[in-house]
Structures are given as C-alpha cells and as structure tokens.
C-alpha cells in the first residue's frame, strides 16, 4: 500500500432537511462509497447532478459544504485519517497536500487582486518556498499550461484574461504548492470545445509533468476518458460501476453507465425549407455603446417556419449579440430583420403585444431566470395573464395543460423553483415560453448546463413540441453534438461572422475552412486518445498553413 495515496472506505455523508410544517429530516447524500487513488493516478468520478461527485472530492478535503455532514467511514490521505480531523490538522493539509480546482474560475478569483498573487497565495501562506520561488513556480506552470507571454501574465487582473485563460490560471494556482492531490470540479464543463480542448490538454500535460494524483469530477464521459486511469460511475450517492478507462467505454456492465455512453443518439430527419422564411436578418452589424468595433458585421441568415437553425461558435463569436438584436435589446448599427414577412422594429419598446408574443427566448441558467419566491403556476401563469387576459380557472387549466405538454403533470404547479431539479427547471421555462404561442423561440444555451442524459431529455422534448406545434427555434449552442442532433441549418460564427452557413447536411460535410475544421474536429468522442489525436491533427494543421 506503499502508493497508496488516498483510501476512502464506506463513505456515509448526510445533510439535514427543513421543509415548512415538517420535522427536519437527514437525507443520505452519499451511501458506502469506497476508492483508493494511487500516487501519480487519475480517477474520474461521473454521473449526473446530484450523484454526489463533488461531495465526494471536497471529502478529500475533509470538507462538506452547505451543512452536510461527512457522518460514517474512514478517510485517509497519506496514510492518516483525516475525517474527524481538527481544525488546525485540515487548515494544515488544505491548500498544502491538498488543493482544489472549481468549475468556475471567475467567480473564484478575486477581481481586485493580480494573478500572481492570488496563484501563490497558498504557496506563500504554507511556507513551502520564498516569494522569489514560488513566482519561478507560478511562472513556470503558465508556460506548461500554454498560458501567453507567461512571464507577465501574473500582472494581469482576472477580467483581463478569457475564460479559458483564467481556467488555466486556476490549475496553476492549484498546482503551485506542489500538492500530493488536486481536485478538478468540473473544470472544462463551462468551455466552448475549442477552448475546453486547449484546457484539457494543458491539465493532462501538468498532471504528467508534476506527477500529482488527480479526482477529474465531470458529468461528461467523453472528457474525463481523456485524463482518467480509472472511473467511478455514480449516481444517487451510490457507486454504479467502477473500473479502468477502457472497460467503462468498451464494455461498460451496468445499464446505466450504458446510458451515459449512447446520449445524443437522436435521429433527427432533416427538413426541406418552406417558399418563404419566417425570420430574416440582412446584413446585420452591431455594436455595444461606444465601442469602436462592430460585434456583428454583416451578418445574414434565414429560419423557417417550424425548423430549427443552430448559430454555433465559440464564447465571443456572437451568437447571443445575434439574439439580442433580434429580440430587440440590442437595436443593430445597419441592416435589417424581417419577421413573418414585416419588418421588426429594431428596438423592443417599438414593437408591437404581438411581435412580444410571437417571439420568445428560454435561457441558459434556469436557476436565475425563474423567479425563486413564485411558484410554477405563477411563472407559466404570468404570460397567459399578459398576453391572452386568462384568470382564474381557465389560467389554471391552461398551466396544467402546458406542465402535461413538458412531460410534468400533475403536483408541480405549487413547486417553488428550489424544489426543482436543474431539467425540471428548464422545462418550466419551456413551457413559459410556450404559453405564449410563438412563432419563434430562441433557445440560449438551454442544455449546456445540464447533465447528458437531461439534456437529452430536453432536446427531445424540444423536437416533439416543435412537431405539434410548429414553432421554428433558433438554438445557440457551442455543443456541436446538439447541433447534430436538432438542427436543420447551421451558421458558424467566428469574431462577430458567418463563417459558414447552410442546411446541415452541407454544412457538416467537407471540404471544411480552417475555423469549421477546428470545431468539428475539437467535439469530445467517447474512443481512448482521441485528445492526443485532435493535437496531432491541429499541429498538422499549423504546419500545413
């Protein structure tokens, strides 16, 4: 057991319940999980939300969050046990033996502070090297991590890097005190493929070059094959399936694990344009305030009635300025927008109840595009009220008929939004938009937060409501395995362009521009090395040009 560096044995975490009117109640959050991570070892922990991954990891921290209680097994960490350690013992390892890597670099870093600073924070505050030092450190983990100009890029504050940058600037943070184990919560999951590729890559060659032992917790199977030596499947807080790399994706035993690998599978026929589109933008160009430069330029595409066009691209290339110009937000610098053959006022307060009602849009982040203190009636109930003067009863009946129509039924029209799961939440914003009768939905992210198998589940929700009624959608999207499996037509979009446009089948066929073989190309698929093989294909791609 000399490589033994982690060992969780029978682990029983529990949180308590407060419910109005009720007695509190322990729920059982994670039941008898047990793994054992060697030294220099990746394990992958996956499943959807609620499966108990990162409560989980944040054990190895000895750490539960929210109130949850790590109340039964054992674990040890360098040979000692560690869960019903001290204060002074966890603020010893934390930070030190152990660190952590959170799913969401800009909201972890501080804003007033410089990179640098807050990289060898915990460095610093262990004592393990001299300022001097732990910036040599710092430096040269941005060089391995692929981090531009890597010795000033410390200088730089948080809004003064991307994204992906600030990802990476975050597993050097992590990596700095040279830790015997680093926790990766989701790291890539809020990436666009082209940059999660970029930050997958760069993670795999620190854990190769720092010879640190890693949990990678992800909900997506594809990802974590790349990192991973081994995976643990959960769900419900209880193991399903653990194994090697290569058994869980070959011959995975159990159903459930099988269900994880054959998401996206949806078989959708693409179909034939009408004579005339139900929405049409002709050489759009915007831009925010006084900026100097345009954000869309010259931009034109067509949806049609009942169909489903997909903008796809990554963060920046702008596909949500292109909804917000459509719905009038953003009214465009020049061109023009035509919807169901009249031309849109371009600002939201020159249109028309309904221009407003034909034209609806469900967001990406359920959580905060619902109001937490109405319930879903009230929420499905406010446009039927705006639009169409229902109350009362009628109002009712119709919140019931939309909550049938998204597959809830009954018992969820006096649900607060915090009594949802992250896919029921969505389709109650589903049904909100719906229960407007529109023309047009635009779907902004709607599945990118979500787990695959949820996701699924919307999407094809999505494709069956669109069957019966008609609606035409236009689906924002970085997931080109979404875009596959509901659009129509494509239009990729680079810095503010089409780049490529067209009915899907063409769109998605070679000969391929450089930017549209880079995205399709940088899609996750479920086969051993694929990572290594998409850097092969970019390296030859450079040289090439």
Same mark, same amino acid.
């Given at each position: 057991?000399?490589?033994?560096?982690?060992?969780?044995?029978?682990?029983?975490?529990?949180?308590?319940?407060?419910?109005?009117?009720?007695?509190?109640?322990?729920?059982?959050?994670?039941?008898?999980?047990?793994?054992?991570?060697?030294?220099?070892?990746?394990?992958?922990?996956?499943?959807?939300?609620?499966?108990?991954?990162?409560?989980?990891?944040?054990?190895?921290?000895?750490?539960?969050?929210?109130?949850?209680?790590?109340?039964?097994?054992?674990?040890?960490?360098?040979?000692?046990?560690?869960?019903?350690?001290?204060?002074?013992?966890?603020?010893?390892?934390?930070?030190?033996?152990?660190?952590?890597?959170?799913?969401?670099?800009?909201?972890?870093?501080?804003?007033?502070?410089?990179?640098?600073?807050?990289?060898?924070?915990?460095?610093?505050?262990?004592?393990?090297?001299?300022?001097?030092?732990?910036?040599?450190?710092?430096?040269?983990?941005?060089?391995?991590?692929?981090?531009?100009?890597?010795?000033?890029?410390?200088?730089?504050?948080?809004?003064?890097?991307?994204?992906?940058?600030?990802?990476?600037?975050?597993?050097?943070?992590?990596?700095?005190?040279?830790?015997?184990?680093?926790?990766?919560?989701?790291?890539?999951?809020?990436?666009?493929?082209?940059?999660?590729?970029?930050?997958?890559?760069?993670?795999?060659?620190?854990?190769?070059?720092?010879?640190?032992?890693?949990?990678?917790?992800?909900?997506?199977?594809?990802?974590?094959?790349?990192?991973?030596?081994?995976?643990?499947?959960?769900?419900?807080?209880?193991?399903?399936?653990?194994?090697?790399?290569?058994?869980?994706?070959?011959?995975?035993?159990?159903?459930?694990?099988?269900?994880?690998?054959?998401?996206?599978?949806?078989?959708?026929?693409?179909?034939?344009?009408?004579?005339?589109?139900?929405?049409?933008?002709?050489?759009?160009?915007?831009?925010?305030?006084?900026?100097?430069?345009?954000?869309?330029?010259?931009?034109?595409?067509?949806?049609?009635?009942?169909?489903?066009?997909?903008?796809?691209?990554?963060?920046?290339?702008?596909?949500?300025?292109?909804?917000?110009?459509?719905?009038?937000?953003?009214?465009?610098?020049?061109? =023009? @927008?035509?919807?169901?053959?009249?031309?849109?006022?371009?600002? #939201? $307060?020159? +249109?028309? %109840? *309904? /221009?407003?009602?034909?034209?609806?849009?469900?967001?990406?982040?359920?959580?905060?595009?619902?109001?937490?203190?109405?319930?879903?009636? =009230? @929420?499905?109930?406010?446009?039927?009220?705006?639009?169409?003067? #229902? $109350?009362? +009863?009628? %109002? *009712? /009946?119709?919140?019931?008929?939309?909550?049938?129509?998204?597959?809830?039924?009954?018992?969820?029209?006096?649900?607060?939004?915090?009594?949802?799961?992250?896919?029921?939440?969505?389709?109650?914003?589903?049904?909100?938009?719906?229960?407007?009768?529109?023309?047009?939905?635009?779907?902004?992210?709607?599945?990118?937060?979500?787990?695959?198998?949820?996701?699924?589940?919307?999407?094809?929700?999505?494709?069956?409501?669109?069957?019966?009624?008609?609606?035409?959608?236009?689906?924002?999207?970085?997931?080109?395995?979404?875009?596959?499996?509901?659009?129509?037509?494509?239009?990729?979009?680079?810095?503010?362009?089409?780049?490529?446009?067209?009915?899907?089948?063409?769109?998605?066929?070679?000969?391929?521009?450089?930017?549209?073989?880079?995205?399709?190309?940088?899609?996750?698929?479920?086969?051993?090395?694929?990572?290594?093989?998409?850097?092969?294909?970019?390296?030859?791609?450079?040289?090439?040009?």
């Amino acid at each position: 057991m000399a490589d033994t560096l982690l060992e969780i044995k029978n682990l029983r975490i529990e949180a308590t319940v407060y419910a109005p009117g009720e007695k509190p109640r322990d729920v059982v959050i994670v039941d008898d999980v047990s793994l054992t991570l060697e030294r220099g070892k990746v394990m992958g922990l996956i499943g959807e939300s609620g499966a108990g991954k990162s409560t989980i990891g944040l054990s190895a921290l000895s750490y539960g969050r929210g109130g949850i209680r790590l109340s039964g097994g054992n674990i040890l960490l360098n040979g000692r046990e560690i869960r019903a350690a001290g204060a002074a013992t966890l603020r010893g390892l934390r930070g030190k033996e152990v660190t952590y890597v959170a799913q969401s670099a800009a909201a972890a870093f501080n804003p007033a502070k410089r990179l640098m600073e807050q990289v060898t924070e915990a460095t610093l505050h262990h004592g393990l090297m001299s300022k001097d030092e732990a910036e040599k450190r710092a430096v040269d983990l941005f060089r391995t991590l692929s981090l531009p100009d890597p010795e000033n890029f410390g200088k730089r504050y948080p809004h003064q890097v991307s994204g992906g940058q600030l990802q990476r600037a975050m597993t050097a943070m992590a990596l700095c005190p040279k830790p015997d184990l680093v926790i990766f919560d989701e790291p890539t999951t809020a990436l666009d493929v082209t940059t999660q590729i970029d930050v997958l890559a760069a993670i795999k060659t620190a854990i190769a070059e720092t010879g640190v032992a890693a949990l990678y917790i992800t909900h997506d199977l594809a990802v974590v094959a790349q990192v991973s030596d081994e995976i643990m499947v959960l769900r419900h807080g209880k193991m399903v399936e653990h194994g090697t790399v290569q058994q869980i994706i070959e011959a995975p035993r159990e159903e459930y694990t099988r269900a994880l690998i054959s998401v996206r599978s949806i078989d959708h026929q693409q179909k034939q344009p009408t004579p005339e589109p139900l929405l049409r933008v002709e050489s759009v160009s915007a831009r925010y305030g006084a900026m100097a430069k345009d954000v869309l330029s010259d931009v034109s595409v067509e949806l049609h009635p009942g169909q489903t066009l997909a903008l796809v691209g990554e963060s920046g290339s702008g596909k949500s300025t292109m909804a917000r110009v459509i719905t009038g937000l953003l009214p465009p610098r020049k061109g =023009t @927008i035509t919807f169901d053959g009249k031309p849109l006022p371009p600002a #939201l $307060r020159q +249109r028309s %109840r *309904d /221009e407003l009602r034909e034209l609806q849009m469900i967001y990406q982040m359920a959580d905060v595009a619902m109001n937490p203190r109405q319930t879903v009636a =009230t @929420i499905i109930g406010r446009p039927l009220e705006f639009y169409f003067g #229902l $109350r009362g +009863r009628k %109002r *009712d /009946e119709r919140v019931q008929e939309l909550l049938d129509a998204i597959e809830l039924g009954k018992g969820f029209a006096d649900r607060y939004p915090a009594e949802l799961s992250g896919g029921q939440k969505q389709r109650v914003c589903i049904a909100r938009a719906l229960a407007a009768k529109p023309k047009l939905i635009i779907c902004d992210e709607v599945t990118s937060a979500l787990d695959p198998l949820v996701a699924d589940g919307i999407l094809k929700l999505l494709l069956d409501l669109q069957a019966r009624e008609g609606v035409a959608y236009l689906f924002i999207t970085h997931d080109i395995a979404t875009v596959r499996a509901i659009a129509d037509s494509i239009a990729v979009m680079y810095r503010g362009k089409v780049q490529r446009y067209g009915p899907k089948d063409q769109v998605l066929t070679p000969p391929f521009d450089a930017y549209t073989d880079l995205l399709l190309s940088s899609v996750p698929e479920m086969q051993l090395g694929w990572l290594e093989k998409v850097l092969a294909h970019r390296r030859m791609t450079s040289a090439g040009n």
